[in-house]
């Protein structure tokens, strides 16, 4: 497998390299796809990654998609029909069934208002099944920008389909090789399986119009595949969008499932699609798609705007590239291996799919009230204390408020009583709260009526009891940052206060944390954690590690405790609890202990091939890990401005950080074989704390550490953690 890689990606890195040589670097756009820009940064990404593994869960639950940064659609080739847990490309499968605008960046987040646009020769056979046709994996080119892959029909010549894309539009280009009856075929709805409950088959009633003037089939797709989450249920969600085709209908019709109602123009079904036939010398269809969440209007304007009629598929897949580019040279390795590099970029190229951009020209559709609003930035605690700006923060406060007093939290007048009356969900005594359960709405907050009584999450009431008891104390914290930063010093003051309830589930007797039942009583060591157990979610308190610490009895025993989880086997790097775990021996006056665990992670759980993820991506964790770590530094606290220094790992990382056009170069020389830190300075002054603020980072200039190949006692007393916010 990792030689099949390798073909794949040293395939677009081959040509573009052949190009320089003859001179053709930053070749005009409209001279070829790859290669240009150039960037080293973006060559070595490889979307491959994370694709493999044998079990959903084993898996990054990553798919070759192309798009920008932060895109609002990704297209990508489709092997199979994607639901919850099943990715729409699974690189085991022979056939492509067409390309699907999708809206699903992660493995276990349902698809939702999708597009499908598929090539055919010969009779047109519109079901799924039927008109996938075969390829194989070395003749495909898959880049960050840019994927092409030759089609083989059974019965004969080949189509040689490509993509690009922008945020919202996918470029499409089928050249069409000793074929008959070259056809398109767009799909609208589908009827999917919704969760993963393969017993229930969710039908979705979908429109796709035809037009031979416009040379456009446009439709709409209500297609939601968390439908089952209510009672509210976004009736008014859909995808819409606009194919534009470069070439004539010579003939066309609409299809549902396998059959086809020739000649007609229009129809609002299941399973519903739009086919249109090209003249039989045609060799060439050059189509894009613009798509929206508010209306075919939209999509159509989407589609003049970001790609406009004469753009051809080397510009887009040029202008794709250099999104990429612009991103990911931000920052420069030396010292890194080839491998390295991929594992680093391609990590990069994954946190930077997420979040997606939902506005429109300045609107956006909101499922959260099924209607379009107007345009209001996302908010986070981190973004205010790190100083990002140009959004309105008291639009923002005025959000967390919202979900503070309509979910989460407390009615004003009472906030700053203990007892205060709270107002949970609907019904949140009654409902369990199991994963993705039927009928249950906005759970933010849910079993808050207990918690904001007793300080806990009842586990005889709620699952997961347990982990939404820490994850509470950790988001009282990080409400009370953005009340603080606001101006509401009286919120800020109560929800800090009651940020300790994690101590409320600490279990004395056995030194772990475990869920309570609503009686008080302790729920037993297994019941009430999410995708995890006691050892992961005891070190689950990422806001005040110097209490956690005092509870664990001190500095020396917490030590022993991290020893004992690592050395256990209890460590599980493929899920998000346990990533803070190594930078907590930093904080407990062990730095070397975790530089080694680090090192030993980042080498055991993380590699360049296509399984190269030891666990699901999710919106990019797994590799914002890998990212930090080998950088230096990690934000155990994320809602805090420091983060706590682990073992870089290459000889030099050069960020640019746009914001405020400042350069931080570190130094680390002999990484590679050094993991441990012997001293570190910032800009010629001693840093003797294991601990960099983000103002010290952003500030730009020469972070070097002086490595050493033996455990030093660097960083082993820090009086600063044993006041900060970690
Ligand atoms: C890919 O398909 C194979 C064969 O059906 C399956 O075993 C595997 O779990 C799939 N991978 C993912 C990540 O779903
Ligand atoms: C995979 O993960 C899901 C979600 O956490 C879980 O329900 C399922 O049991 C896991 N399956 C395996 C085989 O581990
Ligand atoms: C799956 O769906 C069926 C039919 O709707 C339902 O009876 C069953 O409870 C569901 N199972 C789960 C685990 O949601
Ligand atoms: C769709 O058509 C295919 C091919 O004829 C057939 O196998 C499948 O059962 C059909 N699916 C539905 C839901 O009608
Ligand atoms: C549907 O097609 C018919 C002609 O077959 C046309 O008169 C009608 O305007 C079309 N409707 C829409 C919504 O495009
Ligand atoms: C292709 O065929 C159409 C008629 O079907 C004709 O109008 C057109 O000129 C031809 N184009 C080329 C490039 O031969
Ligand atoms: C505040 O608390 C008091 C006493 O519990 C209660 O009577 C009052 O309704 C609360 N105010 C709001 C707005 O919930
Ligand atoms: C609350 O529970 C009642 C009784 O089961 C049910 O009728 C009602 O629809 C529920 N309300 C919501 C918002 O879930
Ligand atoms: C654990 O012990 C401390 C100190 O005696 C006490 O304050 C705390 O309430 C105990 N925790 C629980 C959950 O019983
Ligand atoms: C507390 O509640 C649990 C679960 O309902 C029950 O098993 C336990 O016996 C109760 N403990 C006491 C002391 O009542
Ligand atoms: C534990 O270690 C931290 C980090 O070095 C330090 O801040 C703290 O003072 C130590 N605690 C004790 C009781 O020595
Ligand atoms: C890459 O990592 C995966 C997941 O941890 C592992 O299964 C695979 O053996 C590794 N491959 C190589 C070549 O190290």
């Not at 869960?57 to 990704?74: D, E, K, L, V």
């Not at 069934?97 to 020769?121: C, D, K, N, R, Y």
């Not at 993991?675 to 002054?685: D, E």
């Amino acid at each position: 497998m990792p030689g099949l890689l390798l073909r794949f990606m040293k395939f677009a890195q081959y040509v573009a390299l052949i190009w320089s040589a003859f001179g053709y670097d930053d070749l005009p756009a409209s001279k070829f796809p790859i290669g240009t820009p150039k960037s080293d940064a973006v060559d070595h990404v490889n979307p491959m990654i994370g694709n493999g593994g044998d079990s959903p869960n084993g898996s990054g639950g990553m798919i070759p998609s192309t798009a920008p940064p932060f895109a609002m659609t990704r297209w990508v080739a489709q092997t199979r029909e994607n639901y919850v847990s099943v990715t729409p490309y699974n690189q085991t499968d022979d056939k492509i069934h067409g390309f699907q605008g999708t809206h699903q960046p992660a493995i276990w987040m349902g698809e939702s208002g999708t597009v499908i646009v598929a090539p055919g020769v010969g009779t047109v056979t519109p079901s799924f099944e039927d008109r996938g046709i075969p390829f194989s994996h070395e003749e495909e080119v898959a880049t960050a920008s840019y994927y092409s892959v030759k089609l083989r029909p059974d019965s004969g010549g080949m189509v040689f389909a490509e993509h690009a894309s922008t945020s919202r539009v996918g470029h499409l280009r089928f050249t069409f090789e000793d074929v008959s009856e070259p056809h398109v075929i767009v799909q609208a709805s589908r009827n999917t399986v919704v969760s993963n409950n393969v017993s229930r088959i969710a039908v979705n009633i979908g429109d796709i119009q035809i037009s031979p003037e416009e040379q456009e089939i446009s439709g709409r797709n209500p297609e939601r595949q968390d439908d089952i989450l209510g009672p509210f249920t976004a009736n008014h969600f859909a995808g819409y969008f606009v194919a534009r085709f470069n070439a004539p209908f010579v003939s066309w019709g609409t299809a549902t499932n396998d059959t086809l109602h020739e000649n007609e123009l229009n129809r609002t079904d299941q399973q519903v699609m739009g086919y249109v036939r090209f003249p039989e010398n045609t060799t060439q269809v050059d189509v894009r798609v613009g798509v929206s969440f508010i209306s075919i209007e939209q999509a159509r304007a989407n589609l003049d705007n970001e790609i406009p009629d004469g753009t051809s598929l080397e510009e887009t897949a040029y202008n794709t590239r250099k999104a990429w580019a612009d991103k990911l040279d931000l920052i420069q390795l030396e010292g890194a291996t080839d491998d390295q590099k991929t594992i680093f970029y391609t990590g990069f190229f994954h946190t930077l799919q997420y979040p997606n951009e939902q506005d429109e020209d300045g609107r956006y559709y909101s499922g959260y009230d099924d209607q379009i609003a107007t345009h209001v930035d996302s908010l986070i605690a981190e973004a205010m204390i790190k100083g990002v700006t140009g959004f309105d923060t008291d639009v923002a406060y005025a959000g967390v408020y919202k979900d503070a007093t309509v979910y989460v939290f407390l009615c004003v007048e009472n906030l700053t009583t203990a007892n205060a009356p709270s107002r949970p969900p609907v019904n949140d005594t009654t409902t369990q709260y199991y994963d993705r359960q039927e009928g249950v709405g906005v759970e933010a907050r849910a079993g808050l009526t207990l918690y904001a009584q007793k300080g806990f999450v009842g586990a005889d009431q709620h699952s997961e009891a347990g982990s939404r008891t820490l994850d509470y104390s950790f988001d009282d914290f990080a409400v009370s940052v953005v009340a603080r930063q606001t101006g509401h010093g009286d919120v800020a003051d109560f929800l800090l206060a009651r940020s300790k309830n994690y101590q409320k589930i600490f279990n004395n007797d056995t030194g772990f944390m475990e869920a309570r039942f609503s009686n008080g009583s302790f729920a037993g060591e297994d019941v009430g954690w999410t995708e995890g157990d006691k050892w992961a979610y005891t070190f689950d308190v990422m806001h005040d590690v110097p209490g956690l610490i005092e509870l664990k009895g001190g500095n020396a025993s917490f030590v022993e405790f991290l020893d004992e989880h690592f050395d256990g086997g209890h460590n599980d790097q493929t899920n998000e609890p346990s990533h803070h775990i190594p930078y907590l021996y930093a904080l407990a006056g062990a730095p070397d202990k975790g530089q080694t665990r680090i090192r030993s992670i980042a080498a055991i759980d993380y590699n360049a091939t296509i399984d190269g993820l030891a666990g699901n991506e999710d919106c990019g964790q797994m590799s914002a890990w890998w990212l930090f770590s080998s950088i230096g530094f990690y934000p155990v606290n994320p809602s805090s401005t420091l983060y706590v220094v682990g073992s870089p790992f290459f000889d030099k990382v050069t960020m640019k950080f746009p914001g405020n056009g400042k350069t931080l170069v570190l130094t680390a020389t002999g990484a590679a074989t050094k993991p441990y830190i012997r001293s570190l300075t910032l800009n010629g002054q001693s840093i003797t704390e294991p601990l960099l603020s983000h103002e010290q980072i952003i500030n730009g200039g020469e972070l070097v550490f002086e490595m050493s190949e033996k455990p030093e006692l660097w960083g082993s007393n820090s009086a600063s953690v044993a006041h900060s916010e970690l």
